[in-house]
């Protein structure tokens, strides 16, 4: 409805407004709708600044209006802020199509009154172009065009006084800028300190208070290190937050990585623990060059002895690290193994993904005769994945396998418990989870005993506080009839798992928020109602339940090919299969939408029908199906091996399950990844309906949300 005679809404005889404007639910929502109805301006613009609009309302500018019919109905409003002393940005102009008044009409007031209100100047950012050339009418001037997000906008400005020179303009701005971040810095820090629950707020506060005045005590003595006041206030916030979800600090990490990275003190944006992952990362560059530097050595140098770690206590053997090519010949000649053959294990070397190592017999001195008896000479080479923290390979020579009946069996195993106390180049100790299975063949253990560096024992007299080390556990299954005490210790022997008895399940009417281990029947609903759940089997300890999430890139089959042709990472190259391409390149190639966040379950066959048989892909479909999975994208495999994050680990293999694509020869194919010593390769195994896929074949589902 328009008003006859509308009140004016700005001019001399306005009273100053006293209070600032505190809009009602009703007009809030009413001005929100005004803003998403203002078709001038992209939708992606209106639909960012439609919450802004109604705080900048009731932020205390004089030049905040509410505009209403004669009804109380918004129908526009003008939201101003202040970043400049004196000079007025009009942040928000809009109005409905209901408005019943010229506002074009009202601008001079508008003039007059923010002048009356001490301003000298008044700018905004036109996204209207309508608007801005109606504005240009009025005396304002485009001054340039600004780069906003993804936009570029054009900014306007009208003078109402005396001009200030640009100099003046600048500093003004600089510092009204300046004050306007320090009182947020403030607020954010105590915000951030609100979120403490009342029983851990001091004992938090103390851990800020301290760790900021060690840390600023040490910054501020640092030669030409710039520490002041805002650098203090962002240091302050972001230790709040950092302590939100920590009770610890490595403060000597913390000062490194902030004089390595000196502009984490400029912006409140950043977290330390990604400053620390920067500072890793930095670290291992470092290390990256002297290894690749060591490892290129030729064996013409003057002195290159390998990298002797530690003797065993009987002294008549040491453990060396490897470092070169040289030394791998001289390993593989006198073992006669591969090790030294090709450039595959100099490679990973130098990429940092393992270290060859190799248990030596020590020459002794003759005590009659002051003489060396016996030579420096290899018995067992040793691969040690780093990434993985396993020992993927022990190999005698001839690639004979380490036996008990061996002369030197007890100085090996006590030198594989003294390994894992040694420390690899980046500060960490080799502290392996567990040796391939295949390199243990030769040794026997029973069902339900550990061997180790005492003998063979039960698993209920095993003491991890005795520091015993484990080189082989027998069989160990768990039951639903065992006590957890017992399955909390198979657990830990086997799988390097640490629960309490109380945080078992063995059912899903036992899983509650402090279950960390469930063994029990696939269930799609326990995945989604208890994401923190660590470990997940539907068998111990072969039923292992994975889950993850990627973001699909909405990319073409054929742009992913060429991407995986053309992708190299310095840990593994990737190898597409042509079967694989030609799917990539197929017109049953479905595009995934862009930017959406999928969670995914990684689950063995025999997950799905709790037996040991095999079963075709029709019938693994029908089973998943029941149980809360779904097909993934096409994109999945090649999103996955394209991220260093979600790659394949190393004897990783798995097939991702989707729709499938008719191959080469015209057969339905899915894609298989897998991560071997050399490399990252992408397959095209069948997936007919009648196919038959074994019990323990990894696959690859999406999780489907469960309906509210």
Not at 96 to 109: C, D, F, T, V, Y
Not at 149 to 169: A, C, I, M, R
Not at 181 to 203: C, G, H, I, V, W
Not at 595 to 605: F, N
Request: hydrophobic share 35%; glycine share 6%; aromatic share 10%.
């Amino acid at each position: 409805m328009s008003e006859s005679n509308p009140q004016p809404i700005y001019s001399p005889e306005t009273p100053e407004r006293k209070n600032k404007l505190v809009l009602t639910s009703k007009q809030a929502d009413e001005v929100c709708a005004i803003t998403l109805g203002i078709e001038e301006v992209d939708e992606r613009v209106r639909e960012m600044a439609v919450e802004d609009v109604v705080n900048t309302l009731q932020n205390g500018n004089p030049l905040n209006r509410l505009i209403s019919d004669q009804e109380g109905k918004t129908t526009g409003y003008i939201a101003c802020e202040d970043f400049v002393p004196q000079e007025a940005y009009v942040k928000y102009f809009g109005s409905s199509g209901q408005m019943g008044r010229n506002l074009l009409k009202e601008i001079p007031a508008f003039f007059d009154y923010a002048k009356s209100q001490g301003y000298t100047k008044l700018n905004f950012h036109g996204w209207n172009d309508r608007l801005n050339h109606v504005l240009e009418h009025f005396g304002f001037e485009r001054l340039r065009t600004d780069n906003m997000g993804e936009f570029n906008v054009d900014f306007y400005e009208k003078s109402l006084g005396q001009p200030k020179t640009p100099e003046e303009l600048n500093h003004e701005r600089a510092q009204a800028f300046e004050q306007k971040y320090m009182a947020k810095l403030a607020k954010d820090y105590e915000q951030t300190l609100q979120t403490f629950s009342k029983e851990n707020r001091p004992t938090k506060e103390q851990a800020i208070a301290e760790a900021y005045q060690t840390l600023s005590g040490r910054l501020q003595s640092t030669e030409n290190f710039d520490f002041n006041e805002r650098q203090q206030n962002i240091l302050k916030l972001k230790l709040a937050r950092h302590f939100q979800t920590t009770d610890s600090l490595d403060m000597s990490t913390l000062y490194d990585a902030i004089i390595e990275t000196p502009k984490f003190l400029d912006s409140d944006k950043g977290k330390i623990n990604h400053l620390f992952d920067i500072h890793e990362q930095k670290t291992l560059q470092k290390i990256a060059e002297i290894r690749k530097s060591r490892a290129e050595m030729t064996g013409d140098e003057a002195f290159n002895p390998y990298e002797a770690l530690f003797e065993t206590s009987s002294g008549k053997y040491y453990m060396a690290r490897l470092l070169n090519m040289p030394h791998l010949k001289e390993e593989s000649a006198y073992m006669d193994h591969c090790v030294g053959t090709s450039d595959s294990y100099i490679n990973q070397i130098k990429r940092g993904d393992i270290e060859i190592l190799s248990f030596r017999s020590k020459p002794q001195v003759d005590p009659d005769t002051h003489q060396l008896v016996g030579e420096d000479r290899p018995i067992m080479t040793i691969e040690y994945n780093l990434r993985a923290n396993t020992i993927e390979q022990m190999k005698k020579a001839n690639d004979a396998y380490l036996k008990p009946e061996d002369p030197y069996f007890t100085d090996a195993v006590e030198a594989l418990k003294t390994l894992r106390q040694t420390e690899t180049d980046l500060g960490k100790k080799r502290d392996f989870k567990k040796i391939a299975k295949s390199e243990l063949e030769n040794i026997k253990v029973k069902d339900y005993c550990v061997l180790t560096d005492q003998g063979e024992i039960p698993f209920q007299d095993f003491n991890y506080d005795a520091g015993m080390f484990i080189l082989k556990a027998g069989e160990m299954r768990v039951t639903p009839e065992m006590d957890k005490t017992d399955i909390a210790k198979i657990v830990r022997i086997v799988e390097s798992i640490q629960v309490l008895p109380d945080q078992i399940a063995l059912n899903q009417t036992e899983v509650t928020e402090n279950t960390k281990l469930y063994i029990g029947p696939f269930s799609a609903q326990i995945l989604q109602q208890f994401p923190k759940l660590e470990n997940y089997y539907t068998s111990f300890p072969e039923g292992k339940i994975s889950r993850g999430e990627f973001e699909t890139t909405g990319k073409t089959g054929s742009q992913l090919a060429v991407e995986l042709k053309n992708t190299k990472f310095d840990n593994a190259n990737i190898n597409l299969y042509s079967g694989a391409e030609f799917m990539f390149n197929s017109s049953e190639f479905k595009v995934a939408k862009a930017g959406e966040k999928i969670p995914t379950v990684r689950l063995q066959v025999r997950a799905l029908f709790t037996d040991e048989n095999s079963h075709t892909y029709a019938e693994i479909l029908v089973r998943a199906n029941q149980l809360g999975l779904d097909f993934l994208p096409h994109e999945t495999a090649a999103d996955l091996i394209l991220n260093e994050e979600t790659q394949p680990k190393l004897g990783d293999w798995f097939r991702v399950v989707s729709e499938p694509i008719a191959g080469q020869g015209g057969y339905p194919n899915v894609f298989s990844l897998e991560r071997r010593a050399d490399g990252l390769y992408l397959y095209s195994p069948w997936a007919g309906p009648t196919h038959e896929w074994r019990a323990d074949y990894e696959l690859l589902f999406g999780l489907r949300k469960l309906e509210a």
